[in-house]
Every structure is written in C-alpha cells, then in structure tokens.
C-alpha cells in the first residue's frame, strides 16, 4: 500500500468549498485516520478501517464521500438517495448528519437522515425530494424502503459505522438486504472499532479488495486516558461515586450502568442530592434522549448516565470523566465507554468501580487491552478473586443470551440464525441441562472426556421433542 504523509487538508486533492468547510470547523490537519482514509477513498478503493470512536472518522469517510458526489453534474431525481451511510443508533446517525452538513456546506448537497423514534412521514416528504448523502439506523431504513419512500438502486457509495455494534445489535440480516438492494459498482467503506471474526466475515462479503487502515489496535484505549479502578461493594458504589463528582464539580461526566432501570434510578438519586444529572436509555422516549444530550452538551448538565447502546458512538466533546458505574459485560464495550472522553486529541480519566462479582469482567478487560488499570482504592483478595470468577461466567453467559435478544423483531431473527450456526456441544450443553436430572447428566459423563459426554443424535432428538412439548404445555 501507499504511503501517505500528509500534514495538511489541503494536500488532499479536495474541492475547495469543502476546504473552506474543514477551515470554518477550524480543523487545522487531519487526524491520522483522516490522513490514511482519504486518499485512498478518494482514489476509490474500498476502505476497511479499524479506528476508535473519537478518532475523526465521519470526515475520513464523510470528506471523499462529499468529493465524489459533487462530481455528478445532475441532481439526484425524487426518491433516490446516492450515498448510504449506516450506523447503529440514532445518536450517532443524528451526529453523523450534522458533521455531514457541515462538511457540505458550500458543497450544496442534500443531507437527509432516517431514524426511529422520529416522524417517519416527514421523513418520507424529505425523502421524496431526493437524497445526496442519506444517514439511517438500519431498522427505519427498511421500513422506508417497504413503503417505497425511498429507492436504493442508484446508491454508489455505502458506509457502514460502528459496524461491530450494527451486528451485537442484530442488524446482519437487514445489513444483507439492503447491500442487495444497492447499486453497482459501488464504493464501500466499513469501519469498526474492534475486529470480531464476524466483521472479518462482513467485511467478505461487503467489500471488494478493501485496503485496510487502523489507527490504534483493537481494544487498545487512546493513549491520553488515565484509567483507574477502585475495587468497592456495589451498596456502596453510589457513595463513592457522588464523592468523586462532588470533588470534581466543573468535570463534565459520563456514567454507565448496566441497566436502563439502574439508570434512572442513579440519576434520579443524584438530582435529589443536588447534582445536575440526566439520562439516556432505552425506556426513554426520543425526544427526552435529545434533549438530554443537548442538556450535556451546552453545559446545563454536567452529569449524564447512560446505558451503553443509547450512549455508543455520540461525540461530545470535553467529557473530563467517564465512569463505569458497572463494568460491562462486554469488554470491548469498556473500550467504547472510555473512548467518551479524551477525544478530539484531549485527555480525560476513565474510573471503574468494580464489585467482587464483577473482577472476572474487569480481568477481561484489562485483558483485551493488554494493561493493568491503576487500583485507585480497595482490594481484592486471591482468595476472593477465585471465588467471583466462576461467578461472572455464569453471569455473563446469561447477560450475553439476554443482550442478543434485545432489539428488534429481526434481532432475534439474527440470534435465531446464529443459534443454528452453533457447534453442536453448545446445542448438546442446553439440551442436557433441559432434559437430564442433574444427577443423571453428572453420572453420564466421564471426567476429562469431551468425546464420550456428546449425546446421540437420537438422544437430541428426543431432547428436542420433550422441550418442544414442555413449550407447548407452558403456552397452553
Ligand atoms: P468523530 O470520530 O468523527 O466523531 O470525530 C470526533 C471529533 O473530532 C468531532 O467533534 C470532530 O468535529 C472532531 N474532528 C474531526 N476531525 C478533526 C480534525 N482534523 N481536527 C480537529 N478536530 C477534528
């Protein structure tokens, strides 16, 4: 591959009102995700890009994209939509939008966007005027599609972001219909901030000869995050937690929890002990999620907890802390919180307050990005830590069925699909743990032998059909 050293936007063959655009935003030189991405989308290629969120990537992506369309002399007819640009949430596909415009500006194309939560017959009146650059959560998109708001035939450039969140979400299915439903040829640019097997296999199948650019390895966090974790009881982690924002009072802070119920339940109790706090999640209604973020990000709060889906991949910038409240069951999704802050080439500190039962999630973690994170306060013991660590398997296993089955309709059409894809000891586990008295499955298996423990394919059959019939009887 190429190599490009490039210090300044203007050593982009760029179209300058699109070099004004960079100027007015005050972008002095690209960020070095811009610096690899740009060249080589605007020669064309495929872009397979692996890069923090923070790092620049809507205009690596966004700047070539914006080049490219306003080389077609006409102007895309009613309906038709020339760009498609995907991403997991509606935060990010708002945010998305507005960095899009921005860039566009002088450049005169059409930005539109299409999430849920928003009014879909305003958005089809939008649609019907004809779409240079379409933004869209996966979901309404084809919703639109269905009712024939919007035609995706002329589509030439598609990008796919946060795509490793677009498949923990679910979306692979519809992500395959609506590539097929794309034009040709087309220029694809994917990009993800970890690189699961399954985005190897995406990437496959959407791509054609991509050349691959990564600015920090997977799961490693930006270098100017200072992470610390303080090892404390989750009775006294709210305690803990109103003394650091009370120390810290001008910080601009993030908070993850697990839950959306936990969610709400802490903010509302920091509002009764006088923080100025909001939240985001899933139980909250569009407008009220806006609204919160506008709140965060004009300063009128100074607190936000948030669930880790409602707050992926939005960009406000000076967040000081970020804090995991819980730590998440995902490790890649600690890489994601603390990506929260630091951004935009500023610092910022990650604290995580880590229960016993959550040390296997932080082992995990620090495992994934290859540190040790600071212990702040607290300890945990050997002995303790042996002890939780078969406990936090158990629990993420249970955590994981759960994630995958949130989200929509086809989500679990997904999980459906990957559950028949699964090798057949995973399958054999279930069955077993359904059919068998605990006893009998104990006696059944020999120790250290793996072979010998695989029932039959008579035996899962029969296993099948006495948990169909236990369904039945249940639903009658
Ligand atoms: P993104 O990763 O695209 O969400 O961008 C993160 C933040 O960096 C956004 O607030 C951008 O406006 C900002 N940004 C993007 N590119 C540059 C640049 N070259 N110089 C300074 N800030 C930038």
Known sequence: MKEYILNKFEDFALAPVILRAVSELGFDKPTPIQEQCIPLALEGHDVMGLAQTGTGKTAAFGLPLSQHLMKVKDRPKAKEARALILAPTRELANQIAEN????????????????????????????????????????RLMDLVERKAVYLDMVRYLVLDEADQMLDLGFIHVLKEIASMLGEPRQTMLFSATMPTQIKQLSKAFLNNPKTISVSPPGK????IAQSVHFIGNRTKADLLKECLAANKDDISLVFCRTKHGSEKLKK????????????????????????????????????????????????????????????????????????????????????????????????????????????????????????????????????????????????????????????????????????????????????????????????????????????????
């Open 100 to 139: 899009l415009r921005a860039y566009v500006h002088h450049a005169h194309l059409r930005v539109n966007v299409v999430v849920g939560g928003a009014s879909i017959n305003v958005q089809r009146q939008k649609l019907g005027r004809g779409t240079d650059i379409l933004v869209a959560t996966p979901g």
């Open 221 to 224: 966090a930006a270098d100017k």
């Open 269 to 476: 109790h920091l509002v009764e002990r006088g923080f100025k706090a909001g939240s985001i999640h899933g139980n909250k209604s569009q407008g009220q999620r806006d609204r919160a973020i506008r709140e965060f990000k004009s300063g009128e709060i100074k607190i936000l907890v948030a669930t880790d889906v409602a707050a992926r991949g939005i960009d406000i910038s000076g967040v000081s802390h970020v804090y995991n409240y819980d730590l998440p069951e995902v490790a890649e999704n600690y890489v994601h919180r603390i990506g929260r802050t630091a951004r935009a080439g500023r610092s910022g500190e990650a604290v995580a307050f880590c229960s016993p039962a959550e040390i296997g999630l932080l082992r995990a973690i620090e495992k994934l990005m290859g540190v040790d994170i600071k212990v702040a306060s607290g300890e945990m013991s050997e002995q303790e830590e042996k002890l939780n660590i078969g406990k936090k398997k158990r629990v993420r296993n249970r955590v994981k069925k759960k994630s995958d089955f949130r989200g929509d309709k086809r989500a679990k059409q997904a999980l459906k699909g990957a559950k028949e894809d699964r090798p057949a000891r995973s399958k054999h586990k279930k069955v077993r743990r359904k059919s068998s008295p605990p006893n009998a499955t104990q006696g059944a298996k020999p120790a250290g032998s793996k072979k010998s423990s695989k029932p039959s394919r008579k035996q899962r059959l029969r296993a099948r059909a006495n948990n169909a019939n236990k369904s039945a009887n249940k639903g009658a």
